[in-house]
């Protein structure tokens, strides 16, 4: 992301999605100059290997109940 043809095609495809009334989840973001582009194209999820990169699905249920077994301050 970062060149004006990537950012027109980014809000080209999220606009398509609101018109359609589909939740647009951004795919692959690397960078914060890639999580920055699709904030302002209005994407509403984020994955990738900036935010975590891929776990067995045991190591992941098992993150996610010490998240829910974790007090929250």
Known sequence: MGGRVDEAILAAVVALARGLGVAVVAEGVETYAQLDAVRRAGCDAVQGFLLARPVPPD??????RNLTRSPVH
Do not use: C
């Not at 190591?59 to 996610?64: D, N, P, R």
């Open 59 to 64: 190591e992941l249920v098992a993150s996610i």
